[in-house]
């Protein structure tokens, strides 16, 4: 009698209708998300990466590395996670460093998360140069 009880449940709560929630896109909040977000290969966006990028080596490993070239620079995915959420669109590149290794970055351009909430942030991971783990493992933080 126990199984049967348990078996009517089960059939019950999973032919119960999943609760929706509303779906607002960003762009009409009270506080909203502009979708217009630069494009991957944009020179801002690159230059961005390759400014910070020398700086952190410099200021807290010591390091003299710099991003040389950036190449096959390609969207990997724009608002993957739907409209109610922060616009962002990720990016992936090969990068030639100064060491003469090739590593990919991955980054993410995202709207209205720049300094103080004006224009576009970029969040960005050289594989294999990710030295306080921020974005671990191996990067993955940085992805879709």
């Known amino acids: 009698m126990r199984a049967a009880a348990a078996i009517i449940a089960t059939i019950l709560i999973s032919a119960t209708p999943a609760i929706a929630r509303d779906v607002r896109p960003a762009e009409i909040r009270e506080q909203s998300f502009s979708g217009s977000m630069p ?58 460093v100064s060491d003469g290794v090739k590593r990919r970055v991955d980054f993410s351009v995202r709207s209205g998360l720049g300094f103080a909430g004006m224009g576009s942030g970029v969040d960005w991971c050289i594989q294999g140069l990710d030295r306080n783990h921020a974005q671990s493992p191996n990067c993955r933080m940085a992805q879709p």
Do not use: M
């Open 39 to 96: 494009a991957c290969d944009d020179g801002a966006v690159l230059g961005h990466i390759s400014s910070y990028f020398a700086l952190r080596e410099f200021k807290y490993w010591n390091s003299p590395l710099r991003i040389v070239h950036f190449e096959g620079v390609q969207s990997v995915a724009t608002r993957p996670w739907g409209l109610d959420h922060i616009p962002r669109r990720f990016c992936s590149a090969t990068v030639l």
